[in-house]
């Protein structure tokens, strides 16, 4: 199942973008690019995710309420930040031996995150998992954090 993977990039604050702008960005791939894979299991939809950036870092929120820490897998391999998660259930009523009902539930999604190297220290990278939302921690790397204004001395 194709679906569509996400470039960690930083928010144009300007309201109204162009329209070209927005169509060259949406086109060239910095918005989404569609031939990877971001899905979700049989009847299930891909999670909230929200992306926010301060000064030191990028954060990433996924919405994933019912699930537990273990039912995660975040990676970082090759510019690309893979956050999945698959849990499986079975539920069987069983009476004098014979099962009278059983029932299967299975849950997976996997979302897909392009982050360069040049942003993010990799190796820094922490994640953690509190009321129903995974958050993902994403260092900036010195040279993309924001340096204090200079005053130049005038001779």
Same mark, same amino acid.
């Given at each position: $199942?194709?679906? %569509?993977? $996400?470039?960690? @990039?930083?928010?144009?604050?300007?309201?109204?973008?162009?329209?070209?702008?927005?169509?060259?960005?949406?086109?060239?791939?910095?918005? $989404?690019?569609?031939?990877?894979?971001?899905?979700?299991?049989?009847?299930?939809?891909?999670?909230?995710?929200?992306?926010?950036?301060?000064?030191?870092?990028?954060?990433?929120?996924? @919405?994933?309420?019912?699930?537990?820490?273990?039912?995660?897998?975040?990676?970082?391999?090759?510019? *690309?930040?893979?956050?999945?998660?698959?849990?499986?259930?079975?539920?069987? =009523?069983? *009476?004098?031996? !014979?099962?009278?009902?059983?029932?299967?539930?299975?849950?997976?999604?996997?979302?897909?995150?392009?982050?360069?190297?040049?942003?993010? *220290?990799?190796?820094? &990278?922490? @994640? !953690?998992?509190? =009321?129903? &939302?995974?958050?993902?921690? %994403?260092? *900036?790397?010195?040279?993309? !954090?924001? !340096?204090? @204004?200079?005053?130049?001395?005038?001779?």
């Amino acid at each position: $199942m194709e679906g %569509l993977v $996400m470039t960690l @990039a930083r928010y144009n604050q300007n309201r109204f973008p162009s329209v070209p702008s927005f169509f060259n960005d949406f086109f060239n791939g910095n918005l $989404m690019d569609w031939g990877m894979s971001n899905f979700a299991g049989t009847r299930e939809t891909l999670p909230a995710v929200n992306v926010s950036e301060n000064e030191n870092e990028f954060t990433v929120e996924v @919405a994933a309420p019912g699930l537990e820490r273990r039912d995660f897998n975040v990676d970082y391999q090759n510019g *690309k930040l893979t956050i999945s998660s698959e849990k499986k259930e079975e539920h069987k =009523d069983e *009476k004098e031996g !014979k099962v009278t009902r059983r029932e299967f539930n299975y849950q997976s999604f996997q979302r897909v995150f392009n982050v360069s190297e040049e942003l993010v *220290k990799v190796d820094d &990278i922490s @994640a !953690k998992y509190k =009321d129903g &939302i995974l958050t993902i921690s %994403l260092p *900036k790397t010195e040279e993309v !954090k924001p !340096k204090p @204004a200079r005053n130049i001395r005038i001779s």
